[in-house]
C-alpha cells in the first residue's frame, strides 16, 4: 500500500527555514516521479517543486527559485523540501505526492497518491 508521511512542518519567523521531510512506504520512489506542493487558505493546490527519479533533475516554481530545495534519499525513500528565506506567503499546508512514470511536473492534477499534509506557518 503506497503512504507518504510528511513531517517538518511548524511556525517560523519571516527569514527562517524549515526542512520537511517525505517518508515513502509500500512503493519504492525509483519508479516514481515525486513532488512538493502546498495550499494556502482559500487558494488552489499549486506545485511547489518536484524531482524527476530518472536522472534527479528538478523543477521548481519560479516565485520559489533559490530559496528552495529538493532532495532525496533512495537508501531511505525519503524526499526532502528545504525551505530558506521563508516569508508569509508561504504560509500553506505543503503535501508530497507520488505519480507512476518518470516525468518532471509541477502540475498537482498529475500525482495520484498524497501525504495528509504538513502544516508550515511564516509569522512574527
Known amino acids: 500500500q503506497v503512504q507518504l508521511v510528511e513531517s517538518g512542518g511548524g511556525l517560523v519567523q519571516p527569514g527562517g527555514s524549515l526542512r520537511l521531510s517525505c517518508a515513502a512506504s509500500?512503493?519504492?520512489?525509483?519508479?516514481?516521479?515525486i513532488g512538493w506542493c502546498r495550499q494556502a487558505p482559500g487558494k488552489e493546490r499549486e506545485g511547489v517543486s518536484c524531482i524527476r527519479n530518472s536522472d534527479g533533475i528538478t523543477y521548481y516554481a519560479d516565485s520559489l527559485k533559490g530559496r528552495f530545495t529538493i532532495s532525496r534519499d533512495n537508501a531511505k525513500n525519503t524526499v526532502y523540501l528545504q525551505m530558506n528565506s521563508l516569508k508569509p506567503e508561504d504560509t500553506a499546508i505543503y503535501y508530497c505526492?507520488?505519480?507512476?512514470?518518470?516525468?518532471?511536473?509541477?502540475?498537482?492534477?498529475?500525482?495520484?497518491?498524497w501525504g495528509q499534509g504538513t502544516q508550515v506557518t511564516v509569522s512574527s
Open positions: 509500500g512503493f519504492n520512489l525509483d519508479y516514481y516521479a
Open positions: 505526492a507520488t505519480g507512476w512514470g518518470n516525468f518532471l511536473s509541477l502540475d498537482p492534477r498529475r500525482y495520484n497518491h
